[in-house]
């Protein structure tokens, strides 16, 4: 018996063949495309301006492979973390964060990661595979639908930094914000939406020969080659010499600003050298840097650097340096949904199934 096949891997064009095959008009594969990717059914049954026909048609042929939220864990400041089970049963995290300003979808692009950074509660996992364009599109509706839901607020912006490397997926999610940024999908700015990288030079290259539109964030957290590698054993293949080069390169590409993220521990890279160098990086090209505290995850040795210093280091960088600094203050973390955080709690997750 032949397999069925995922429709949502089909683009509106496959669809209107397979109509026509079928001796269908073309005119309701576009119904079924609204119904897939701008009111986001996750059967064909809820797609009720179809005939019972059709919908059978569709369900001999096809699947959808919708995921679905298995967890939710809400925080004191009203962030919360989503479980998210996939078709083939993977379990992945996606994170929901409220500000005054803000609603924000933080949501992830593949099942575990490979970079194995030590300070990172994901990087500790496996990396089973990617996440398909339609999971990541899930991702986003649903939580679209709780900001909607539970804080009566529409979700402003999304950022991809949750599980895995999304550059490692790249098809995927590129595939996944045309879906989301497009009319025909959920129609949200890609000005809105970032995606974050820990830095592969020739990926980066390639978003700026592909004239992306979204904004691109670079985790940087240390700014000399010997301490980046120290913490992220992909600066051993993409150094920091290379990442400038690439950066500029997609400044040049694009003309848009990039965001430096830096996590500071204590007593690793909160010195106000530290900060001269980072700064020196960043000059590079127009950017803003984001200041991140530590969220401290079982099993490494790393601390949360001191309030006092971590002010001292921001405000080194926007008064000596001209550079635009935010701090960030952890969201979610007794939930253990902070950066760096994502997939410390997944074993239990997986008990309850």
Known sequence: MKAKQNIRHLSKEEIIEFFKAKG??????????????????????KMTNLSFP?????????????????????????????????????????????????????????????????????????????????????QVALIKKQAEEKYKTPLTNIVYMGMGEPLLNYKNVLDSIEKITNEDGLAMSPKRITVSTAGIAKMIKKLGDDGVKFNLALSLHAANDEKRSK?????????????????IYFHEKTGTRVSFEYIIFKDFNDSLEDAKELADFCKIVPCKINIIEYNPIDG?????????????????????????VNVRRSRGKDIDAACGQLANKKKAVLKKL
Not at 32 to 40: D, N, T
């Open 300 to 324: 490494a040795h790393f601390k949360k650097a001191d309030t006092k210093k971590t002010d001292e280091f921001a405000r080194y960088l926007e008064d000596k340096c001209r550079l635009v």
């Open 231 to 247: 913490i992220m054993p992909i600066n051993e293949q993409n150094s920091l010499e290379s990442l400038k080069e690439a950066i």
């Open 24 to 45: 269908e008009q073309a005119f309701r594969a576009k119904q079924v495309y609204e119904w897939l990717w701008k009111k986001h059914a996750t059967t064909f049954d």
């Open 54 to 138: 059709t919908r059978e048609l569709l369900k001999d042929n096809f699947v959808i492979n919708a995921i679905t939220t298995i967890e939710e864990q809400v925080s004191s400041d009203r962030t919360i973390k989503n479980a998210f089970k996939l078709h083939d049963g993977s379990i992945i995290e996606g994170v929901l964060i409220p500000t005054p300003k803000r609603m924000t979808a933080c949501i992830s692009s593949q099942v575990g990661c490979s970079l194995t950074c030590t300070f990172c509660a994901t990087g500790k996992l496996d990396r089973l595979r990617n996440i398909d364009a339609d999971e990541i599109f899930d």
